[in-house]
Nanobody, 115 residues
Framework: QVQLVESGGGLVQPGGSLRLSCAASGTIFSIVTMNWYRQAPGKQRELVATITNGGNTNYADSVKGRLTISRDNRKNTGYLQMNSLKPEDTAVYYC?????????WGQGTLVTVSS
């Protein structure tokens, strides 16, 4: 069974940077697509970025050019590098994988962008 643990969130000023990490247990991480979602207060959860097991990536239009998703399959860890952060990026960020039709979520990490 895969478990996901996010880390790296915090308070940052507009224009600043953070790197989120998603550590996965188990050996299946390297063969599944990994996603980062976020949920802002009062809003629905939205897909931010996706990376396949082969390294192909896709991004929401709102974050293109500012956020970069990556993964290190040897470490069973995914990352989300967040640059040029804006107040509207404030949200709880979740990593997610789908394992044989079962959605697996981490507990989330809070990112607050504020001066």
């Amino acid at each position: 069974q895969v478990q996901l643990v996010e880390s790296g969130g915090g308070l940052v000023q507009p224009g600043g940077s953070l790197r989120l990490s998603c550590a996965a247990s188990g050996t299946i991480f390297s063969i599944v697509t990994m996603n980062w979602y976020r949920q802002a207060p009062g809003k629905q959860r939205e897909l931010v970025a996706t990376i396949t097991n082969g390294g192909n990536t896709n991004y929401a239009d709102s974050v293109k050019g500012r956020l970069t998703i990556s993964r290190d399959n040897r470490k069973n860890t995914g990352y989300l590098q967040m640059n040029s952060l804006k107040p509207e990026d404030t949200a709880v960020y979740y990593c997610n994988v789908n394992v044989v039709g079962v959605e697996v979520w981490g507990q989330g990490t809070l990112v607050t962008v504020s001066s």
